[in-house]
C-alpha cells in the first residue's frame, strides 16, 4: 500500500466501519441461522438463503465502495436529477407488466439473479434531494412556512407512490425521517409540530379505511385474542423472544424458526435473534445501533463544524433513517407498535434493503472523509 493509500484508507471513520462490520457479521450468522427451515421447506435446500445474503453482501460492499469514491457535491449538484429518478421508479414499479406482484403487493423489479425493491434506493435519493433543499434554501427553511413544506411536496407524492404498491411502514418511515431531519435543519418547531400532527392524522385515517390495516390495528392492541388469525404473527414473537430469557437458547437452537413464526429471516428476525440470545444478546444489539446513532451523529457535527452543511445534513439523514428503521422494526417485533412489514437493517435477509444500508454507510464515510483533519483523528 503506497502512502497515499494510505493516507486516504486513515480518513475512513474507522469507529463506524467497525460498528457496521460487527453489525453485519451478526446479521450473516443470523440469516444462516434464520432461514434454515423455511429454506428447506421450500427449496430443499437449507443454506439457500445464507449462500445468496452472502452474495448480495459482496455485491453490497462493492457498491458502497463505488459510492464511497463520488464527492458529495456531486450528489447535490445533481439533487434534482436524483430526485427525478426516485419518483420515475416509484411509478415504474406500479405498470403493469413492468413491476413485479408478490402477496398483493406490487413493489419489486425482476432483474433475473434478484428482485429490485425500488423504494429502497428512491428513499436513498429522496434523503439526498432534501438536504441539498436544506443547504440551497435554508433561509427560506429557517423561516417557515411555504419554505417548510415546499421540499415536502415531492416527499407527499413519493409517499403516495409507496402506498399504492401498498407499502405503508415504507412511506411512514419516509415522512418521520424527513420531518425529523426539517427539525435538526432548523425548521421552527411549532410549524414542524404542525406538520406532525397533521401527518399523524392522515396516516391514521388511511390506516383505518383498509379493513385489513384495522385488523393489524386490533390485533396489535391485544394479539392473544386471535392468537391464530390477526395476533399469530405477533403471537409467535412474543413466544419466541420469551423463550430467550437472559442468555437465550443459544445459537442454532430456536424452536420457533421451526415453520412457527413467519418470516422469521426477513422481517422478524429479530424475534429468532432473542430466542436464541436472550436479553444479553438484545442489549448487545441495542448498543450496536446506539454507537451507530453516536457515530453518525458525531460525523455530522463535524462536518457542520466545517461548514460542510450538505455533508452534516447527509449523515443526518442517514443515521435518523437506519436507527429510526431498526427501531421501528424492533418495536412490531416486541409489540409495541402494529405489525407491519420493515426490515431490521444489516439483519434481514434482501439484497435491495441490504444493499441501501450499505449505500448509507458510504454515505456517512465520504462525509467523514471529506471533513476528516489532514492528518487523521
Not at 420469551?242 to 429479530?270: A, W
Request: charged share 15%; aromatic share 10%.
Amino acid at each position: 500500500m503506497t502512502a497515499a493509500m494510505r493516507q486516504r484508507v486513515q480518513r475512513l471513520d474507522g469507529e463506524l466501519l467497525l460498528i457496521v462490520a460487527l453489525l453485519l457479521g451478526a446479521g450473516l450468522v443470523m440469516v444462516a441461522s434464520a432461514s434454515v427451515a423455511v429454506a428447506d421447506r421450500a427449496w430443499g435446500e437449507p443454506e439457500r438463503y445464507f449462500d445468496r445474503q452472502l452474495l448480495y453482501t459482496g455485491l453490497g460492499l462493492l457498491v458502497g465502495l463505488a459510492v464511497l469514491r463520488v464527492p458529495l457535491a456531486l450528489y447535490q449538484r445533481f439533487s434534482f436529477a436524483l430526485l427525478g429518478l426516485a419518483l420515475g421508479g416509484l411509478l415504474l414499479v406500479l405498470l403493469p407488466g413492468v413491476g413485479v406482484s408478490v402477496n398483493g403487493a406490487q413493489r419489486w423489479l425482476d432483474l433475473g439473479l434478484m428482485r429490485l425493491q425500488v423504494s429502497e434506493f428512491a428513499r436513498l435519493g429522496l434523503f439526498l434531494y432534501v438536504a441539498a433543499y436544506a443547504v440551497r434554501q435554508r433561509e427560506a427553511l429557517l423561516a417557515g412556512g411555504w419554505g417548510l413544506f415546499k421540499p415536502l411536496l415531492p416527499i407527499l407524492l413519493a409517499a403516495l407512490l409507496l402506498l399504492a404498491e401498498p407499502d405503508f411502514g415504507a412511506a411512514a418511515v419516509l415522512l418521520a425521517v424527513v420531518l425529523a431531519f426539517l427539525f435538526v435543519a432548523g425548521a421552527p418547531l411549532l410549524h414542524c409540530a404542525a406538520l406532525v400532527a397533521m401527518t399523524v392524522v392522515a396516516m391514521y385515517l388511511l390506516a383505518v379505511i383498509e379493513p385489513y390495516r384495522v385488523e393489524r390495528l386490533l390485533s396489535f392492541r391485544d394479539p392473544w385474542a386471535q392468537p391464530f388469525d390477526g395476533g399469530f404473527q405477533l403471537t409467535q414473537s412474543l413466544i419466541a423472544i420469551g423463550r430467550g430469557h437472559l442468555f437465550g437458547e443459544g445459537l442454532g437452537n430456536s424452536v420457533q424458526k421451526l415453520l412457527y413464526l413467519p418470516e422469521t429471516h426477513t422481517d422478524f428476525i429479530f424475534a429468532v435473534f432473542a430466542e436464541e440470545f436472550g436479553l444479553a444478546g438484545v442489549l448487545l444489539l441495542l448498543a450496536g445501533f446506539t454507537l451507530l446513532l453516536r457515530a453518525g451523529w458525531r460525523l455530522a457535527g463535524r462536518a457542520y463544524d466545517a461548514g460542510a452543511d450538505f455533508a452534516g445534513h447527509v449523515c443526518v439523514l442517514m443515521t435518523l433513517w437506519l436507527v429510526l428503521q431498526a427501531g421501528l422494526n424492533l418495536g412490531v417485533n416486541l409489540g409495541l407498535l402494529p405489525t407491519k412489514g420493515l426490515p431490521l437493517p444489516f439483519f434481514s435477509y434482501g439484497g435491495s434493503h441490504l444493499w441501501a444500508c450499505l449505500i448509507a454507510v458510504a454515505l456517512l464515510l465520504r462525509a467523514g472523509y471529506e471533513t476528516a483533519p489532514e492528518t487523521g483523528r
